[in-house]
């Protein structure tokens, strides 16, 4: 069984930026594809990121240019650095881990086995 675990979320003002991380245990990391999912209150979560076992990398278009995902099979972590943040990316964000062989819609809920508890960010305009 895998576990996950998110941190680095906070208060921060639009414009600025955030790290976040997500720490996994219980598996071998290195052959999991990774995403990251976000939900603001009253809303479905929703894709943000995700970096396949080989390092390809898959963004939702409200973030392309401003967050970066990736990963470190040495310590079991993936990121996703915040640029530019807007109100608009306050939310839960969601790390997800998928242990099959083909990704074939990283965009998606059901092809992740694996969730974290979620860690908040906050933007004040």
């Known amino acids: 069984q895998v576990q996950l675990v998110e941190s680095g979320g906070g208060l921060v003002q639009a414009g600025g930026s955030l790290r976040l991380s997500c720490a996994a245990s219980?598996?071998?990391?290195?052959?999991?594809?990774m995403g990251w999912f976000r939900q603001a209150p009253g809303k479905e979560r929703k894709f943000a990121a995700a970096i396949t076992r080989g390092g390809s990398t898959y963004y939702a278009d409200s973030v392309k240019g401003r967050f970066t995902i990736s990963r470190d099979n040495d310590k079991n972590t993936v990121y996703l650095q915040m640029n530019s943040l807007k109100p608009e990316d306050a939310a839960v964000y969601y790390c997800?881990?998928?242990?099959?062989?083909?990704?074939?819609?990283?965009?998606?809920?059901?092809?992740?086995?694996?969730w974290g508890q979620g860690t908040q960010v906050t933007v004040s305009s």
């Open positions: 219980g598996g071998t990391f290195s052959r999991y594809n």
């Open positions: 997800a881990a998928d242990r099959s062989v083909g990704f074939v819609n990283p965009y998606t809920l059901s092809a992740y086995d694996y």
